[in-house]
């Protein structure tokens, strides 16, 4: 089991910057993967942006060259983080954290809302 605990969030306005982190304790040894997914209303939930352990990483066209996730690890807990520069009105979305053991196992956050006013 993994647990899974989000910070950062908020209202801010447009071009302006958040930062989202996400602290994962509990079975983290089998983590291969770390991202965030954002769900916007009325749509369904995609994927921004993830981090493999083995440092690989990959966007949503959409976020490309504003966002960007860091993947660490200290001791007992992986941290990813997600820092979104020059945000637009259609970025505000609940976004999620994820954390992936394969393609059968998944683990979310609960959500941290991001509003960016225009």
């Known amino acids: 089991q993994v647990q899974l605990v989000e910070s950062g969030g908020g209202l801010v306005q447009a071009g302006g910057s958040l930062r989202l982190s996400c602290a994962a304790s509990?079975?983290?040894?089998?983590?291969?993967?770390m991202g965030w997914y954002r769900q916007a209303p009325g749509k369904q939930r995609e994927l921004v942006a993830v981090?493999?352990?083995?440092?690989?990483?990959?966007?949503a066209d959409s976020v490309k060259g504003r966002f960007a996730i860091t993947i660490s690890r200290d001791n007992a807990v992986k941290m990813v983080s997600l820092q979104m520069n020059s945000l637009k009105s259609e970025d505000t979305a609940v976004y999620y954290c994820?954390?992936?053991?394969?393609?059968?196992?998944?683990?979310w956050g609960q959500g941290t809302q991001v509003t960016v006013s225009s």
């Open positions: 509990g079975s983290i040894f089998s983590i291969n993967a």
């Open positions: 994820n954390a992936r053991y394969n393609e059968y196992v998944n683990y």
């Open positions: 981090a493999t352990s083995g440092g690989r990483t990959n966007y």
